[in-house]
């Protein structure tokens, strides 16, 4: 079982920043694959970046160069840097966590579908 909650969401001007937090209650997540989602409205659950096995990171293409995805393993958080936020970054994020039998399975961005753990969300507006 693992709990995640999301802060650091809110209201930002174009070409602004912002960092969002995931807050992740199990000491012990080496077998799930972490990172952050994005819904819009009207528009189906996106991943946006993604941690992987090797230490890596994986981006959306709409993404890249702007955020960044980071662990935190001594205080169990995960962030997410927004830099250079556009209108079209506006959605509720999610963090979540995939529970994988190999961590080596941790590679790229996953489909939303069968994602066996999800945050609440935080919203993120970004106004034009």
């Known amino acids: 079982q693992v709990d995640l909650m999301e802060s650091g969401g809110g209201s930002v001007q174009a070409g602004g920043s912002l960092r969002l937090s995931c807050a992740i209650s199990?000491?012990?997540?080496?077998?799930?694959?972490l990172g952050w989602f994005r819904q819009a409205p009207e528009k189906e659950r996106e991943g946006v970046a993604a941690?992987?096995?090797?230490?890596?990171?994986t981006y959306a293409d709409s993404v890249k160069g702007r955020f960044t995805v980071a662990l935190d393993n001594a205080n169990n958080m995960l962030y997410l840097q927004m830099n250079s936020l556009k209108p079209e970054d506006s959605a509720i994020y999610y963090c979540?966590?995939?529970?994988?039998?190999?961590?080596?399975?941790?590679?790229?961005?996953?489909?939303?579908?069968?994602?066996?753990?999800w945050g609440k969300g935080t919203l993120v507006t970004v106004v034009a």
């Open positions: 941690l992987n096995s090797d230490e890596s990171t």
């Open positions: 979540a966590a995939d529970l994988v039998k190999d961590p080596a399975q941790c590679n790229g961005l996953r489909d939303s579908f069968g994602i066996d753990y």
């Open positions: 199990s000491r012990t997540y080496s077998n799930y694959c």
